[in-house]
T-cell receptor, first 114, second 116 residues
Framework: DTEVTQTPKHLVMGMTNKKSLKCEQH?????MYWYKQKAKKPPELMFV???????INESVPSRFSPECPNSSLLNLHLHALQPEDSALYLC?????????????FGPGTRLTVL | AQKVTQAQTEISVVEKEDVTLDCVYE???????LFWYKQPPSGELVFLIR??????QNEISGRYSWNFQKSTSSFNFTITASQVVDSAVYFC?????????????FGKGITLSVRP
């Protein structure tokens, strides 16, 4: 199984809503990542979890809150988002966090904030 | 600081044409890793290849081939006999060997359109 799954595929939310994005992998990978991608731009790293601990936070606003309940799951909790947060949110995983391992990406969640 | 330049932004070819996507990188490290990813309209980034800085052998995988030249800091990708299914955005990426906190730096991507 070389798949990273993400739910939901699409999400529309208001600025006062609270929602969560979910990501799952069953490859035994110990590093998981959240990226944000705006249209016609490359992905931008948001967070990295290494062995279930947050190792990188790229100065992401606190309205985005990541969580790694176990080695297979990664969540991104959303609260009080702004319209400019509308984007494709991609989850990825790699065998471990070291540089030589390729990252495998999920299909993403297309988020629209109204 | 590391940098990846994909100077071509959009390329349009007719099916069965060969097409080369250029990637030029900058890094001060002697050990680093280069990657190509494909992003079809569905959104998922699909891993295509990884190359480390000590391995300059060219690679061929079916219709895909990669030319890594350290002398020019380039890692170019050629699709032979292109097909409509090759239409996607292609990203070149670089990761330096600085341990667990090294980040994947992407180029801006090249949008390839293959017309029937």
């Amino acid at each position: 199984d070389t798949e990273v799954t993400q739910t939901p595929k699409h999400l529309v939310m208001g600025m006062t809503n609270k929602k969560s994005l979910k990501c799952e992998q069953h490859m035994g990978h110990r590093a998981m990542y959240w990226y944000k991608q705006k249209a016609k731009k490359p992905p931008e790293l948001m967070f990295v979890y290494s062995y279930e601990k947050l190792s990188i936070n790229e100065s992401v606003p606190s309205r985005f809150s990541p969580e790694c309940p176990n080695s297979s799951l990664l969540n991104l909790h959303l609260h009080a988002l702004q319209p400019e947060d509308s984007a494709l949110y991609l989850c990825a995983s790699s065998q471990d966090p070291y540089s030589y391992n390729e990252q495998f990406f999920g299909p993403g969640t297309r988020l629209t904030v109204l | 600081a590391q940098k990846v330049t994909q100077a071509q932004t959009e390329i349009s070819v007719v099916e069965k044409e060969d097409v080369t996507l250029d990637c030029v990188y900058e890094t001060r490290d002697t050990t680093y890793y280069l990657f190509w990813y494909k992003q079809p309209p569905s959104g998922e980034l699909v891993f295509l290849i990884r190359r480390n800085s000590f391995d300059e052998q060219n690679e061929i995988s079916g219709r895909y081939s990669w030319n890594f030249q350290k002398s020019t800091s380039s890692f170019n990708f050629t699709i032979t006999a292109s097909q409509v299914v090759d239409s996607a955005v292609y990203f070149c990426a670089l990761r330096e060997y600085t341990g667990a906190n090294s980040k994947l730096t992407f180029g801006k991507g090249i949008t390839l359109s293959v017309r029937p």
